[in-house]
């Protein structure tokens, strides 16, 4: 089995990424949100299971991979899921890429991250956070077992001190749960202030499986949320709200960030043109 691949080999026509790699220590992720798209194409998605593989296979990958590409970690199923505290896989993983002069994009939902500042701060590494809300309640509703929104920016904070480059991403946008201007302003504020450089964010698009995980979260908005949907666009294997609507909370979250000097990018919204981040992912602040 190859373990570091090229990111999205499927390539959705939407996605700004520049090129990289993509890598996942585990398969599944046990933070179980309610809008997780990786139930729609990981088995057992919501039981995550160490991939067997041996520091030596990762070393042989490497060797034949161009360093100039970063390698994203992971795109899906969380490098620090809750089982990570227990079995410390990052803080063998992580030296690999780095003493094989890779840079590192690390995409986590869980404040662990700030364990191994002292290996990542070794290396050219940029880390993404997602905080959807700073409102606790909603948070555990929509990310039942990851970290609070309180934590995560705490971590944020010890790896901004450290100097290791961070951004957010506030993602996904969901009507009704996240999305007004309060919440959007609070969340970027509280970022800011943790020494967060970037924002990216995009609108939930809804999969059969995730969608009726959301609706039985936020029973309380089924009828707009439907409502919403079925009058949204069909883009690759999801709905996506009508154009008009996205691009009207995408702009929401553009000015908060021009606002307060922030980067800002949208994923895979097809507007790039609002972009004022030189690159989605943090590439560029490796
Ligand atoms: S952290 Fe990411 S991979 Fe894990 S359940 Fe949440 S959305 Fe899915």
């Known amino acids: 089995m190859t373990l570091i691949i090229p990111f999205d080999p499927w390539r ?9 790699y ?21 088995p057992r998605a919501f039981q995550p299971r160490v991939k067997e593989f041996t520091v030596l296979q990762l070393e042989n ?17 969380d490098p ?6 227990q079995s410390l896989l990052m803080r063998e993983v992580l030296p690999v890429f780095i003493r094989n002069g890779f840079k ?5 939902k869980s404040d662990l991250v700030a364990r191994d500042i002292d290996i990542l701060s070794k290396g050219r590494v940029c880390v993404s956070l997602t905080v959807t809300t700073l409102n606790g309640r909603v948070a555990k509703r929509l990310e039942p077992f990851a970290p609070p929104p ?17 951004m957010i991403r506030l993602d996904p946008l969901i009507p009704g749960v996240n999305d007004d201007s309060n919440s959007i302003r609070a ?16 609108t939930y698009k809804a999969k059969s499986d995730n969608f009726k995980r959301v609706l039985t979260a936020f029973p309380e908005l089924e009828e707009e949320l439907k409502n919403i949907y079925s009058h949204g666009e069909h883009i690759g294997r999801s709905t996506y709200m009508a154009k008009g609507l996205r691009r009207e909370l995408i702009l929401k979250v553009r000015e908060v960030a021009e606002e307060l000097s922030m980067g800002f990018a949208a994923c895979r919204e097809g507007f790039p043109e609002l972009h004022t981040a030189e690159t989605c992912d943090g590439s560029h602040m490796l």
Request: one cysteine or more; charged letters at 20%; proline letters at 7%.
């Open 150 to 166: 309180v934590s995560r920016l705490r971590a944020l904070e010890a790896l901004s001190r450290a100097g290791i480059p961070t």
């Open 61 to 77: 990958e490497l060797k034949k991979l161009d360093r100039s590409k970063p390698v994203s970690i992971a795109n899906s199923s």
């Open 187 to 202: 969340v970027l504020k509280a970022a800011s202030a943790a020494g967060v450089r970037q924002v990216t964010t995009s």
């Open 22 to 42: 993509s890598f996942s220590p585990y398969a599944g992720c046990g933070h179980r949100c309610v809008y997780c798209y990786i139930t729609s194409y990981v």
């Open 104 to 108: 590192l994009l690390i995409v986590t």
């Open 80 to 85: 620090y899921t809750p089982g990570e505290a």
């Open 12 to 20: 959705g026509r939407l996605c700004t990424c520049p090129p990289k």
